[in-house]
């Protein structure tokens, strides 16, 4: 390698460097500290002329303090100033050694190694956004913190010492990030794994009448889905407001106001399949029931799935009866709703765990998809690190009207009706 050639690559390396360490702050990071250095000016001048004022006369009580605080620079800084007392302030910086002690001790959680080794291994060339040199592990240690909390940016500003703009940056650039890792950690179980993952449709189903195939398949999921309340984009509520019906239909949101998560579980509460769209886009499994008929090998053999009402029934996808119905049919809906609670659970523990998805405060359409399905990636990486959280289930919906059925479905869940009345017959005589 020449002169030239050595120079251009050290260059080179240089204005890597540069771009690494440093990259100019946005206008609205500039503004957050223009005006963060305008509250501490105006709170310093404030505070001396109370001092001031202390020493003619005796110091005012609580409620002419805080009027005059509001009255002279607002409430944005009352809280800063309010604290203002000796011993006020030393509680205050106990606080701050103990959430920094909390941090600290939180990196070394084995979850925030593993999910920082999952992103340094990961192919992905893309460097984590934001200004700030954070680690890898207080990088994944403030994502989850947003995730896992109902905290605003500016606390958890306050807390990691960061600004608002960097830290909206680094959290996406985090969830980017956990998406490329979807098919690595919310895959469909195939050959042997799949087989493993079965289990039975019924107890009322013997063991040999299972492994000869008589009657009843095993199930392989759970499919079904819950809504995730999101902001509408800028001006969508002043459209939506002018419309007659939408003022009459009170309880009823927008259809964007929200996200469909559509999710198959299996018996562990381990998410196999995750689609999300729009809530005017409305599904129903009808492109996961033409994905698994144009590749049968998706499905063991004698497997299936099963659905509340409203999905596709198939020979691969049971759903239950509606209307009327007579004891056998009963039999049947009490059988699949014991499925249903699976994933009933399962979408109880990822609200619990990632309490942000009870309203995501976001009206961009696909930053708002990239939170909701960074958490149910990492919904599956807890469960694999064998962190499990135990959340409330939500009370049931009442059911839809029933869905699509082909001739092959209605046939074939007619056979295990059938089947199950037979089998829960003979075990009673």
């Known amino acids: 390698m020449d002169v030239s050639e050595c120079v251009l690559s050290a260059g080179r390396a240089v204005l890597d460097m540069v771009e690494r360490e440093w990259q100019p702050l946005s206008a609205g990071e500039l503004e957050h500290r223009l005006d963060q250095a305008v509250e501490e000016i105006l709170e310093s001048q404030l505070l001396a002329k109370l001092e001031k004022q202390s020493h003619r006369r005796p110091p005012p009580t609580n409620t002419i303090y805080v009027q005059l605080l509001q009255n002279q620079v607002g409430p944005q800084v009352l809280h800063t100033a309010t604290t203002s007392s000796p011993s006020e302030q030393e509680e205050e910086k106990e606080e701050e050694a103990a959430e920094s002690q909390e941090q600290v001790d939180t990196v ?26 954070l680690s890898m592990s207080h990088t994944v240690l403030l994502s ?61 189903i013997g063991k040999k009448e299972v492994e000869g195939g008589q009657g009843v398949p095993q199930v392989l999921g759970v499919l079904g889905h819950t809504r995730i309340p999101i902001r509408l984009p800028i001006g969508k509520h002043d459209v939506e407001s002018t419309i007659p019906e939408v003022k009459r239909m009170k ?63 198939t020979d691969q996808i049971f759903t239950p009866y509606t209307g009327s119905h007579g004891p056998r049919e009963a039999l ?50 807890f469960l694999d690190l064998g962190q499990a959280v135990q959340g409330e289930k939500e009370e049931a919906t009442p059911q839809d009207e029933e869905g699509e059925a082909d001739d092959e479905g209605v046939c074939r869940r007619d056979s295990i009706t059938d089947f199950l009345f037979k089998s829960f017959n003979h075990g009673n005589a």
């Open 251 to 313: 309880m009823e949101a927008p259809p964007d106001s929200w996200l469909n998560l559509e999710l198959v579980c299996d018996i562990r509460g381990r998410f196999l399949h995750c689609r999300i769209s729009k809530g005017s886009h409305v599904d129903r499994g009808r492109a996961l029931r033409d994905k698994l008929k144009q590749n049968p090998d998706l499905m063991p053999s004698s497997s299936c799935l099963v659905a509340r009402a409203g999905y596709p029934l």
């Open 144 to 204: 989850l913190t947003l995730l896992s909390e109902r905290v605003s940016y500016r606390t958890v500003s306050r807390r990691f010492q960061l600004e608002k703009g960097n830290i909206h940056r680094i959290f996406f650039s985090f969830c980017q990030r956990i998406n490329m890792l979807e098919e690595r950690h919310i895959k469909w179980p195939a050959g042997k794994e799949a087989v493993e993952a079965l289990f039975p449709f019924s107890n009322l």
């Open 108 to 133: 070394d959680n084995p979850a925030i190694k593993y999910i920082s080794d999952l992103l340094q291994s990961s192919k992905s060339r893309t460097r984590m956004a934001g200004r700030a040199r």
């Open 332 to 381: 049947f809906n009490k059988t699949l709703e014991e499925h249903f609670q699976i994933l009933d659970q399962a979408i109880a523990d990822l609200r619990a765990r990632f309490r942000r998805l009870t309203y995501l405060d976001i009206g961009n359409y696909d930053r708002a998809r990239a939170v909701v399905l960074t958490a149910c990636v990492l919904h599956n990486v």
